[in-house]
């Protein structure tokens, strides 16, 4: 089987480019307006590359928060990229390290989940995703720095970040072998983590849905498919 | 337009506590057999997360947030389009408010 190349990864990207023009310009906005100056944006676009984690260090820097604070908050709220690495991991085998260290560089949400249906995975073609996404996240940033005296509706374009999601929510769902787990696991993660966030706001509520979901996830298939032929 | 640099040491600290998880179990992981238990549940990741992270962003996103995000949900399961879906949502999202 041919190997998919690097174009063939930067074609599918097309989505989550479009998705990151959006929630990047309303970055871009939000950025310039606390005080950054456009290499600064430019910066935090290009060498953090984290969306959400570019939302909290913005409005902690603008309620004057000190800098450790600022740094272990983005810990903590990147910390479920443990867990998107380490589910790509078994697609990568017997790639180069120094490969996979670039391509975990960046590693985002949406590109996890575009490269995650795909066995086995081309360091190309996971380049080629990268690339794309990371640029379009970076001119989206100063795009939005550029308009920011000018935009005002932020809230609109960041929606994009949701739907996104549910698209790519959906396009999970369709390839795992049980629809009605799959399904399961989404409703009961969808609802722990409202629930946490509710309960105690913070980057925690992402982590442990994740961790009782995917675990809920096991154990209905482990349970269904019983002792015998469990491997 | 220029870099402060107590913001370029900020966005440094920041990008290096976000570089470790995001490398290191790639690195570490893609050497080893994974147990079929922990490859198993790693395959449930993907969703886990997707749902999470999508439920925690309606709870701020206001009363039109939940109209939107169906809308986004029908045209993706009905076309199979990412790129649909963030149009439907955000148009749906921009006309309700």
Redesign the interface.
Same mark, same amino acid.
Do not use: Q
């Given at each position: 089987m041919k190997r998919e190349s690097f174009a063939a990864g930067m074609r599918a990207a097309v989505p989550v480019v479009l998705g990151y023009l959006g929630i990047g310009i309303a970055a871009g906005v939000v950025e310039r307006a606390a005080g950054l100056s456009y290499a600064e944006v430019l910066l935090i676009s290009a060498v953090l590359y984290a969306g959400s984690a570019q939302f909290v260090v913005t409005s902690m820097l603008s309620l004057a928060s000190s800098a450790s604070a600022i740094v272990l908050t983005v810990f903590f709220l990147n910390l479920r990229h443990l867990l998107l690495s380490a589910a790509l991991a078994p697609a990568l085998r017997g790639v180069p390290a120094w490969k996979n260290a670039l391509l975990g560089l960046q590693l985002t949400d949406e590109t996890f989940v575009v490269a995650s249906g795909r066995r086995p995975l081309s360091p190309a073609w996971m380049a080629g995703l990268n690339l794309a996404a990371w640029s379009a996240w970076a001119m989206a940033n100063l795009a939005g720095a550029a308009l920011s005296g000018a935009a005002r509706d932020t809230r609109t374009l960041a929606f994009a970040l949701p739907a996104m999601f549910a698209g790519l929510l959906v396009l999970q769902v369709r390839i795992q072998p049980r629809l009605r787990g799959a399904l399961g696991v989404a409703l009961f993660s969808g609802a722990a983590g409202a629930g946490i966030q509710l309960a105690a706001p913070g980057p925690g509520a992402v982590i442990g849905a994740t961790v009782l979901g995917a675990t809920l996830g096991l154990s209905l298939e482990r349970w269904k498919s019983g002792p015998k032929s469990s491997r | 337009?220029?870099?402060?640099p107590? *913001?370029?040491?900020?966005?440094?600290?920041?990008?290096l506590?976000?570089?470790v998880?995001?490398?290191?179990?790639?690195?570490?992981?893609?050497?080893l057999e994974?147990p079929?238990?922990l490859?198993?549940?790693?395959?449930?990741?993907? *969703?886990?997360?997707?749902?999470?992270?999508?439920? *925690?962003?309606?709870?701020s996103?206001g009363a039109a947030?939940l109209p939107?995000?169906t809308a986004?949900?029908a045209?993706?399961?009905a076309t199979?389009?990412?790129?649909?879906?963030? *149009?439907?949502?955000?148009a749906l999202?921009?006309l309700l408010?």
């Open positions: - | 337009m220029e870099v402060r107590e *913001i370029l040491a900020l966005v440094l600290g920041c990008a506590v976000t570089a998880p995001r490398v290191l179990p790639l690195v570490a992981l893609s050497r994974l079929p238990w490859a198993d549940w790693l395959r449930y990741v993907p *969703i886990a997360v997707l749902a999470a992270l999508l439920a *925690i962003e309606l709870l996103a947030g939107a995000i986004a949900f045209l993706a399961a199979r389009s990412l790129l649909g879906s963030v *149009i439907a949502g955000v999202y921009w408010n």
